[in-house]
C-alpha cells in the first residue's frame, strides 16, 4: 500500500492506541495466543511453539501498536521492517507481522483505526509503503487486507494434519 494519499477513517474517541515497547509489549500475549489458536484451526495451520513466541516478544525490531478501551487491550498491530518475501525489504517499506482484535470488538472499526495508527507512525518515520503478509485461504485476513491493499502474490498451502504431531495437546 503507498502512503503518500492514505485515507484515514473517523476516530472512535472511546479507544486509545498506544505503542508497547520492551516487557510491556506481553501485554498482548493473551490476544497474540488467540491469534495463535484462529491460525491453528483455520485453514492454514501454523504451529507456533512457546519458543517462538518468546522469541516473537523479546525481538526489539518487532513493534506493537496496542488498542486500548478503558484499562483494557483489545486489539493489536505489529510491525517491522523486515518481512516474508524478498519484495519487502525496502528501507522505504515497513511491514505488518501480526494483527489481532478480540472477537467482541470486531465490526467496530477497531482493526481499521489500528491500521490508521501503524499508517500515522511509519509516514512519520519517512516510509513511502507499508505491507502486509497473510495467507490467502484465511477468510477472515482476506476480507479485512484486500479492502486496503492491493495484493501483489498470491499463495496457496498444503496442511499439515497436527494431529500427526500432537500439536497443542500435553
Given at each position: 500500500m503507498s502512503l503518500q494519499e492514505y485515507n484515514y477513517s473517523d476516530r472512535n474517541p472511546a479507544i486509545t492506541?498506544?505503542?508497547?515497547?520492551?516487557?510491556?509489549?506481553?501485554?498482548?500475549?493473551?490476544?497474540?495466543?488467540?491469534?495463535?489458536?484462529?491460525?491453528?484451526?483455520?485453514?492454514?495451520?501454523?504451529p507456533t511453539l512457546g519458543e517462538?513466541?518468546?522469541r516473537w516478544f523479546e525481538n526489539d525490531e518487532i513493534r506493537v501498536l496496542a488498542?486500548?478501551?478503558?484499562?483494557?487491550?483489545?486489539?493489536?498491530?505489529?510491525?517491522?521492517?523486515?518481512?516474508?518475501?524478498?519484495?519487502?525489504?525496502?528501507?522505504?517499506?515497513s511491514n505488518i507481522c501480526g494483527a489481532y482484535v478480540s472477537e467482541e470488538c470486531?465490526?467496530?472499526?477497531?482493526?481499521?483505526?489500528?491500521?490508521?495508527?501503524v499508517a500515522e507512525k511509519c509516514i512519520q518515520e519517512g516510509k513511502s509503503y507499508l505491507g502486509v503478509d497473510y495467507e490467502?485461504?484465511?477468510?477472515?485476513?482476506?476480507?479485512?487486507?484486500t479492502?486496503?491493499?492491493?495484493?501483489?502474490?498470491?499463495?496457496?498451502?498444503r496442511r499439515i494434519d497436527e494431529r500427526i504431531y500432537q500439536y497443542g495437546r500435553e
Amino acid at each position: 500500500m503507498s502512503l503518500q494519499e492514505y485515507n484515514y477513517s473517523d476516530r472512535n474517541p472511546a479507544i486509545t492506541i498506544e505503542e508497547l515497547k520492551g516487557e510491556n509489549k506481553l501485554e498482548i500475549k493473551e490476544l497474540y495466543d488467540k491469534l495463535t489458536n484462529h491460525l491453528a484451526q483455520s485453514p492454514c495451520f501454523f504451529p507456533t511453539l512457546g519458543e517462538k513466541s518468546q522469541r516473537w516478544f523479546e525481538n526489539d525490531e518487532i513493534r506493537v501498536l496496542a488498542a486500548r478501551q478503558g484499562s483494557r487491550i483489545v486489539g493489536y498491530m505489529a510491525i517491522d521492517d523486515e518481512a516474508e518475501t524478498f519484495l519487502t525489504e525496502r528501507t522505504d517499506m515497513s511491514n505488518i507481522c501480526g494483527a489481532y482484535v478480540s472477537e467482541e470488538c470486531r465490526s467496530q472499526g477497531m482493526a481499521k483505526q489500528l491500521l490508521d495508527a501503524v499508517a500515522e507512525k511509519c509516514i512519520q518515520e519517512g516510509k513511502s509503503y507499508l505491507g502486509v503478509d497473510y495467507e490467502t485461504i484465511n477468510p477472515t485476513a482476506l476480507r479485512f487486507w484486500t479492502k486496503y491493499f492491493v495484493p501483489y502474490t498470491y499463495s496457496f498451502i498444503r496442511r499439515i494434519d497436527e494431529r500427526i504431531y500432537q500439536y497443542g495437546r500435553e
